[in-house]
């Protein structure tokens, strides 16, 4: 059974820091892409970043360039996110994502950790 599992939301200031991160079980972690995702209030989810399985590419959403940074760890089977310079608009449900790089390409979602940024 695959599970992904997030934490590391909560509250944090404008301006602030926070670290959310997903573990991942049930599958071959090395084989997979794992992107992070986000859904405001009353708006679509999307993309915020994305790293390959070998960790040896990352992208991002332009609105966190700079601020945000996605990153792996294969032995561990995790995957995390860096935010820096948080601000208000990054208020979000943040949801894991997993993509198989090979042939079905299956993919798998976690259940979201709230992040809130406000003073």
């Known amino acids: 059974q695959v599970q992904l599992v997030e934490a590391g939301g909560g509250l944090v200031q404008p301006g602030g820091s926070l670290r959310v991160f997903c573990a991942v079980s049930g599958l071959t972690f090395n084989l997979y892409a794992m992107s992070w995702y986000r859904q405001a209030p009353g708006k679509e989810r999307v993309l915020v970043a994305s790293?390959?399985?070998?960790?040896?590419?990352?992208r991002y959403a332009d609105s966190v360039k700079g601020r945000f940074t996605i990153s792996r760890d294969n032995a561990k089977n995790a995957v995390y996110l860096q935010m820096n310079s948080l601000k208000p608009e990054d208020t979000a449900v943040y949801y894991c994502?997993?993509?198989?790089?090979?042939?079905?390409?299956?993919?798998?979602w976690g259940q979201g950790t709230q992040v809130t940024v406000s003073s």
């Open positions: 994502y997993a993509e198989g790089e090979y042939y079905l390409r299956p993919t798998y």
């Open positions: 790293i390959t399985g070998g960790g040896d590419r990352t």
